[in-house]
C-alpha cells in the first residue's frame, strides 16, 4: 500500500472516530447529563425541605416544652387573640385595608356570634364577631385586600365572599360590587 492511501485510509477512520465520538456523546452522555442534572435539582429540593421540616420540628419542640406553662400559652394568646370584643378595632383595620388597596366599602354590620370551645385547656374560650362587608372596587384592588385580610394580626377570616359587576345606572362598569363576611375572633374572660 502506498503512503497516499495510507494517509487517506487513517484521515476516513479519523474522520469515522470523530463521528463515532459525536454520535456518542449525543446519544449517551447528553442524556445521562440531563439525567443526573434533574436528580440533582431534586436532591437539592428534597434537602432544603428536610432542613426547613426539622427546623419548623424543633421550633415546634420548643414551644410545646415553652408552653407547658398555662400561663404561658395565655400570655401567647392574649397577643395574637384580644381579650374583648373591639368592633371599632375590626372596622378601623376593614376601612384602613380598603383605603389601602383603593376599595370603597359601601356599608358593614357586626353580628356577636356565640361562643366555641378552645382548642387549648389553658384558654377560657373564644368569641366570634362576623362582620358583614358590602364594598366595590377593581378585581385587583380586592384580591390585594383579601390577601392582607388572611394574614392580618387579629386573626381575620374572610368568608362567604360574593361577587357581581356594578349594574348601578352611571356607575363604572370596570368596578365590581363585593359583599362578604369577616369572621374576626376574642378570649371571653
Known amino acids: ?11 476516513i477512520l479519523a474522520f469515522l472516530f470523530l463521528v463515532a465520538a459525536a454520535f456518542t456523546y449525543s446519544s449517551f452522555i447528553k442524556p445521562a447529563y440531563t439525567a443526573i442534572d434533574t436528580l440533582r435539582s431534586e436532591l437539592f429540593t428534597k434537602r432544603e425541605l428536610l432542613v426547613k421540616y426539622q427546623g ?10 415553652a408552653g407547658q406553662d398555662i400561663n ?6 392574649s397577643r395574637v387573640l384580644p381579650t374583648s370584643i373591639d368592633v371599632s378595632q375590626v372596622a378601623a383595620q ?10 370603597t366599602i359601601l356599608e358593614t354590620a357586626s353580628q356577636v ?4 370551645t378552645p382548642l387549648y385547656k389553658a384558654l377560657q374560650g373564644v368569641g366570634v364577631v362576623d362582620t358583614t362587608v358590602k364594598a366595590q ?11 392582607q385580610l388572611e394574614s392580618n394580626l387579629l386573626v381575620l377570616d374572610p368568608n362567604k365572599i360574593h361577587i ?6 352611571g356607575g363604572d362598569p370596570q368596578k365590581l360590587n363585593v359583599s362578604f363576611v369577616v369572621t374576626s375572633y376574642y378570649q371571653l374572660p
Do not use: C, H, W
Open 1 to 11: 500500500m502506498n503512503p497516499l492511501n495510507k494517509r487517506i485510509l487513517f484521515i
Open 56 to 65: 419548623s420540628t424543633d421550633q415546634l419542640k420548643t414551644m410545646v416544652q
Open 72 to 77: 404561658q400559652v395565655r400570655d401567647i394568646a
Open 94 to 103: 376593614l376601612s384602613g385595608f380598603a383605603r389601602l388597596n383603593r376599595v
Open 113 to 116: 356570634q356565640p361562643a366555641r
Open 137 to 147: 372596587g377593581g378585581y385587583n384592588d380586592i384580591k390585594l385586600m383579601f390577601g
Open 164 to 169: 357581581e359587576r356594578n349594574t348601578t345606572e
